[in-house]
């Protein structure tokens, strides 16, 4: 066989898989067509103009970077906020040489404790701050919180109350704990939104379906990214970024869409399954 031949056939293989693969989910295509748009805004976070939905706000073992005003608003803004286990030393040695130590102040800290040190766990409990510690190893501290929040929405007289959360520090670690992180936006991907921060980028998940992003572009990108993890494929088409996808399929071990830029500040993002948005941030 020639090389040519060999080259013809393997191109005509792949179109048949591509076209099958349409084939097979053109019914979802055409559902997803009728589906209403999901809007997400992150920038009201830290601009302090989302206080009518209710979030929680968990802060997770990594340094915090003072960009003060941001993390002040956020703070503020919060129902809830919960360090995990050493996030309460994050939180503690961020402003301990500052006149605000006493002003963060977390309703909890939840974990299974081996890493709040002493001189930290007495600060905040003379404080008022609520301790409690859960030694099982079969989950993270990080799922340790959210099924705090869960106690204390069922605790709750709104009977209909369901917290976003924002997991400050979910990236600029271990690997494996990153991925870890990113696992929990999959798993509860049908119960609530939940944000993964750190100083310089912020992910979340985009279940199947069109999406409307609004950007603050004074404080977000230029970079993104669309990441199909823990899927065989995703079909993806956008509109706003510097290289848009039109029903491109993207998969780890072909093509992914990473090192985008945001051109508008309203972003379009249509999927037939979940993937992770991530967009740099400013501060």
Request: with cysteine; glycine share 6%.
């Amino acid at each position: 066989m020639t090389i040519e031949l060999y080259q013809y056939i393997k191109f005509e293989s792949q179109e048949i898989e591509w076209l099958t693969y349409f084939v097979v989910n053109k019914k979802n295509f055409k559902k997803m067509s009728t589906t209403k748009i999901i809007h997400w805004s992150i920038s009201k976070y830290f601009l302090g103009t989302r206080q009518n939905l209710p979030y929680a706000l968990i802060i997770l073992n990594q340094p915090i970077s003072l960009w003060d005003k941001h993390f002040h608003t956020i703070w503020e803004n919060a129902s809830l906020n919960i360090c995990a286990d050493g996030g309460g030393n994050q939180l503690y040695d961020a402003f301990e040489k500052t006149d605000k130590k006493s002003r963060y102040i977390p309703h909890f800290i939840k974990g299974d404790l081996d890493s709040l040190r002493d001189d930290v766990r007495k600060f905040y409990i003379s404080r008022g701050t609520v301790v409690q510690q859960d030694p099982d190893q079969n989950t993270t501290d990080f799922m340790k919180c959210i099924d705090l929040i869960r106690k204390k929405e069922l605790e709750s007289s709104e009977p209909s109350l369901k917290y976003e959360i924002i997991a400050l520090g979910a990236f600029g670690g271990r690997v494996d704990q990153a991925m870890s992180n990113i696992h929990y936006l999959y798993k509860l991907k049908d119960e609530r939104r939940i944000y993964l921060w750190s100083d310089q980028n912020m992910a979340f998940l985009l279940n199947k379906g069109k999406h409307q992003i609004q950007c603050d572009l004074n404080v977000e990108g230029p970079n993104c990214g669309i990441i199909p993890i823990g899927i065989e494929r995703a079909i993806v088409t956008t509109t706003g970024l510097e290289w848009n996808l039109a029903n491109s399929p993207t998969s780890f071990g072909e093509m992914i869409s990473t090192s985008n830029h945001l051109i508008d500040d309203v972003i379009t993002i249509e999927t037939d399954s979940p993937i992770l948005w991530t967009v740099e941030l400013k501060f």
